[in-house]
């Protein structure tokens, strides 16, 4: 019937019905993965400044491992985008020793796990020759891949790695969630003159974002040393970084139905950390949960409880702040396992709960 009736309409009236309808579809968001948000971000540096370049395993004729690095080798070809041999000692070395003649570097390791091959050179070599040069030899480099769990990937391929880094001076550390983070973390890091090191989440890589009007500019960045508070509240502060950021924002939404309203910081860097937000939102909600994919001991949660304790905000606590990490266990193989070594959305809701006493 309803059909039948459209059929013997004028056909003036039919087209207006169809427009009027059309017209209230509002516009789509545009769509950006993380994956694309970084290879867009390096594409933008490389063209701005001839002296970034890329160097790596598989950057340029395969695009990256993780496909990262797509279409810029056909771009800026062999000088600029460089495949190097299996060896991370040697290829950090070569980058460290560019930044210090003047050149940008950015050096992907596949996975940060291998990055414990090159940790001499991206300790003693990048990040205290400023220091120990009296502020004289600058080392403008950045060291970035796919960083903490993946999926089915076992104990050594598997670490996170902010921690460790975080832990030393001289270094600057960022931890993108989402795709505007990494647009704008991976070019204040290639701008910046001190050795910065990304840390990426493999798992995130394909996860598409909004990408505001603003994220879309070449001038795009984000300041690092900022968090930012993905979601507003007033019962309890909850603080992550990376992936975990997700399941945080997962966790609030279930708890807001129960009356709970979470504020979720997004710290995106880890090292300068961004003390100042969190202190503002614990005096605040009164009540802090931290969470992260790495390990408890002497983990990223834990630095955040020291100071909170060591600053104004402790007094403003109503009870002991609480950390939601990985297992204290190198990663497990089988799924079942490796799921309860990584924090989920239910060890999240259930240490919000604790922290509340509810």
């Known amino acids: ?9 004028p056909l003036e009236q039919v087209s207006g019905l169809l427009r009027r309808r059309f017209h209230r579809t509002a516009p789509a968001a545009l769509q950006v993965t993380v994956r694309e948000a970084i290879n867009q971000g390096m594409d933008e540096e490389l063209e701005r400044d001839e002296k970034v370049f890329l160097l790596g395993e598989e950057v340029a004729q395969y695009d990256g491992a993780y496909k990262v690095s797509r279409g810029l080798w056909k771009k800026y070809g062999d000088k600029r985008i460089i495949d190097t041999p299996i060896s ?15 050149l940008r570097p950015i050096c992907e390791f596949m996975t940060f796990n291998f990055s414990m091959q090159a940790i001499d050179q991206v300790i003693n070599s990048a990040a205290k020759t400023y220091y120990m040069s009296g502020g004289l030899q600058c080392v403008p480099i950045v060291f970035r891949g796919p960083n903490g769990a993946s999926a089915g990937v076992a104990a050594q391929h598997s670490q996170c790695f902010a921690a460790w880094y ?6 600057k550390v960022v931890s993108p969630w989402n795709s505007e983070d990494a647009k704008g973390l991976i070019k204040s890091a290639i701008r910046d003159n001190n050795p910065v090191v990304m840390l990426e989440n493999e798992l995130m890589y394909g996860v598409p974002f909004e990408f505001p009007p603003e994220a879309q500019s070449k001038d795009f960045l984000i300041p690092i040393g900022k968090a930012k508070i993905e979601r507003q509240g007033t019962h309890i502060t909850v603080v992550a970084h990376s992936r975990p950021v997700g399941h ?4 609030a939404t279930v708890l807001s139905k129960e009356g709970i309203e979470c504020e979720v910081i997004n710290l995106r860097t880890i090292r300068p950390m961004d003390v100042e937000t969190i202190e503002a939102s614990v005096m605040k909600t009164n009540h802090l949960v931290t969470v992260e994919g790495g390990w408890p001991q002497f983990g990223v949660g834990a630095e955040i409880c020291a100071r909170i304790m060591e600053g104004p905000a402790f007094n403003f606590l109503d009870a002991p702040a609480v950390r939601v990490t990985g297992a204290d266990v190198p990663m497990p193989y089988a799924k079942i396992l490796e799921d309860n070594s990584v924090p989920q959305v239910k060890d999240i809701i259930f240490a919000i709960k604790k922290t509340l006493n509810i």
Do not use: D, Q, T, Y
Not at 88 to 102: K, L
Not at 248 to 251: G, K, N, S, T
């Open 88 to 102: 991370e000692m040697g290829f950090a070395g070569i980058a460290v020793g560019a930044a210090m003649a003047g």
């Open 166 to 171: 975080g832990h030393c001076p001289g270094l």
């Open 248 to 251: 945080c924002l997962e966790a």
């Open 1 to 9: 019937m309803a059909v039948s009736g459209l059929v013997r309409r």
